[in-house]
């Protein structure tokens, strides 16, 4: 059974950083890509950034130049380093990959940007 799990949300002031971490347990066959969405009350829920296998990225227009998707493959592990954070970036964060046996998704982790 895949399981992700995620890290390093929390409470920021505008203008600050944080990095999340999504590492992920199991048997993943033929992994596509790995990513970040986000999901603020009342909105549904978006992509963030996106990593393939091949190290190609896309991101989100509302975070380009801010935020960045890297990975570790021998820890089985992405991460999200976000930086000049807004207040507008407050929304649970969630880690996500892609395999030939399905998508799977991390629980969440909240990051709340101050004004």
């Known amino acids: 059974q895949v399981q992700l799990v995620e890290s390093g949300g929390g409470l920021v002031q505008a203008g600050g950083s944080l990095r999340l971490s999504c590492a992920a347990s199991?048997?993943?066959?033929?992994?596509?890509?790995m990513g970040w969405y986000r999901q603020a009350p009342g909105k549904q829920r978006e992509l963030v950034a996106r990593?393939?296998?091949?190290?190609?990225?896309n991101y989100a227009e509302s975070v380009k130049g801010r935020f960045t998707i890297s990975r570790d493959n021998a820890k089985n592990t992405h991460y999200l380093q976000m930086n000049n954070l807004k207040p507008e970036d407050t929304a649970v964060y969630y880690c996500?990959?892609?395999?030939?046996?399905?998508?799977?998704w991390g629980q969440g982790t909240q990051v709340t940007v101050s004004s």
């Open positions: 996500n990959t892609e395999a030939a046996q399905g998508n799977y």
């Open positions: 199991g048997i993943i066959s033929r992994l596509y890509a």
């Open positions: 990593i393939t296998i091949r190290g190609i990225t």
